[in-house]
């Protein structure tokens, strides 16, 4: 029999040594609250508080469905509202460091918000940059919407992709992704995992070359040379920093006019290390520099990377995906041992979506595999007993894939390329722009979709200050041959004809401002 009995607690209600409390109880136990028996679903009648509360399991972060569903709904109802009112924003927020302290910095509260604190969304996107297709700062992608969603449910699942006996959907999931975007460049041979982002990617890349090349997991880092471009990301230093290989043992490697790099001084820088008695491990190649978009020659740099028994390692996290629309310029992508992309720059993909691909498992395993007894598969089968631990760097790893699988497929292969043309297309105009202005000159090629220029005649630090509080177009900045360029760069598919008009007609509005 149950009867609803209704108890009203006092604050400071003692609940004696090793009995839980109700729900309900300790979360307001400093207001008198009342609590229906009836949700604890008990038979009241004969219990006291004390054996009422001895028998109840409970969920102090438990939700109602009720409460669960509201939640959800208001979630997506501030996504869906968010989405709708995006190309209305401005592209950068009005906002200052210490407004946005001001507004989020706070105490964590004792007692719990509840739903109103899904309100502070609104808050914090009117201070966040919003992806627009005028935003073309760095090398960031515009957040394919489908993709989100995937995040979401990725996180409802919340599975923890360490290997197939934890996640065995998701495991598949990532498995079958990554064989996807490896067709998709031209590597169907390679494999690999998903992971934070090409960062993530190039360092574990260079940990596989050292081990390969010059073992370290035991013994400790022992002296050695990598080759990259003088254009490379700052990622590969940071990499061989970390890895103990040291900066001063990164060469950078001049480029041509058109800022690849020259294999000719990579022979040479090669050949002195060798000379010196130093022990050359691998080489970094670009595809699409972070400044200008570069596309080192690849058949060349890996001719000498075999001759020279050095391991190649590709930075293919702004270019490499370019191959989708244009797999003529991408040529050789094949040829390298490893190779990064990320799928969260020019796949559109929100963050983190980076991808380390390699030919190399066996060397995988060498470099990451360093297992206790309490992850061991029990599986002989070799699907069920694989892991992900075993081959990268990360434990605990999130569910990447799904949002891959879910905007991957709702969209197809063809939408993906054509966005991708049309962020070449769009890089194109926006150079034939500059080039036909008066007050304008282009500082670099576009292999790609960067575009570095620059006002002939104005201060174009202050420009740039200028145009990004006007709030239209958001442009970065990079150094070309020591000069101030403003960046734009086309990796964003809400992108349209008229916002890269904008870019132009927003530089020169900007520059007009100013004084002198
Ligand atoms: C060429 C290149 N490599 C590596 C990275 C680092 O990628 P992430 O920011 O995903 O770590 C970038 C980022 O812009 C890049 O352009």
């Known amino acids: ?87 209305g924003r401005p592209s950068y927020p009005s906002t200052s460091g210490q407004q946005t302290t001001e507004l989020f910095s706070r105490p964590w509260p004792e007692t719990g918000r509840g739903q109103d604190v899904l309100r502070d969304f609104t808050l914090i996107a009117e201070h966040a940059r919003p992806s627009t297709g005028r935003f073309f700062g ?97 990622s590969i230093p940071k990499a061989v920093a970390l890895l103990g290989i040291g900066r001063n043992n990164l060469r950078l490697i001049p480029v041509d006019d058109q800022f690849r790099m020259r294999p000719d001084a990579l022979q040479a820088a090669i050949a002195a290390d060798r000379e010196a008695g130093n022990n050359p491990i691998a080489i970094v190649a670009t595809v699409g520099t972070i400044v200008s978009g570069a596309i080192d020659p690849l058949h060349e740099i890996s001719d000498i990377a075999r001759s020279e028994e050095l391991w190649l390692h590709i930075d293919g996290a702004y270019g490499a995906l370019a191959a989708l629309a244009l797999p003529e310029k991408l040529q050789g992508l094949a040829l390298a041992d490893s190779l990064a992309l990320d799928a969260h720059k020019w796949l559109y993909q929100p ?87 008066p007050e304008l000159e282009l500082l670099a090629p576009v292999p790609l979709s960067a575009v570095c220029f620059r006002h002939r005649t104005k201060d174009n630090q202050a420009l740039l200050r200028r145009l990004t509080a006007r709030g239209r177009v958001y442009l970065s900045n990079a150094t070309v041959r020591g000069q101030f360029a403003l960046r734009a760069c086309f990796v964003n598919h809400r992108t349209t004809e008229e916002d890269v008009h904008a870019i132009v007609s927003e530089a020169v509005a900007a520059a007009d401002e100013l004084n002198g």
């Open 351 to 437: 963050i983190d979506c980076g991808c380390l691909l390699h030919r190399h498992p066996g060397i995988a395993r060498t470099t990451f595999s360093h297992s206790d007894d309490y992850v061991r598969t029990m599986s002989e089968d070799p699907i069920e007993a694989f892991a992900f631990f075993e081959e990268s760097v990360e434990l605990s790893r999130r569910f990447r894939a799904l949002k891959l699988w879910m905007s991957l497929q709702y969209h197809g292969r063809r939408a993906f390329r054509e966005a991708i043309a049309q962020d070449l297309r769009h890089a194109q105009l926006l150079g034939e722009r500059v080039r036909s202005h």
């Open 1 to 87: 029999m149950r009867r609803k009995v209704v108890y009203e607690m006092r604050p400071r209600v003692e609940l004696g040594a090793g009995v839980d409390a109700p729900r309900g109880v300790v979360r307001r136990v400093d207001r008198p609250t009342f609590v229906s028996a009836d949700v604890l679903k008990f038979d009241t009648t004969s219990l006291t508080l004390e054996g009422l509360c001895r028998g109840v399991a409970m969920n102090f972060l438990g939700i109602s469905d009720r409460d669960l569903s509201q939640a959800a709904d208001d979630a997506i109802g501030l996504a869906k509202s968010y989405w709708a009112t995006l190309e």
């Open 138 to 234: 760095y090398v960031v992608g515009s957040g394919e919407p489908i993709g989100a969603l995937g995040e979401f449910l990725a996180a409802v699942l919340n599975q923890n992709v360490t290997s197939w006996r934890s996640a065995p959907a998701a495991a598949a999931v990532e498995q079958t992704v990554v064989r996807w975007l490896a067709e998709a460049i031209g590597c169907a041979e390679f494999t690999g995992s998903l992971c934070g982002g090409g960062s993530a990617a190039n360092l574990m890349a260079l940990a596989m070359a050292r081990e390969a090349k010059s073992p370290a997991n035991d013994t400790g880092a022992r002296p050695c040379v990598v080759y990259a471009s003088e254009q490379v990301h700052m």
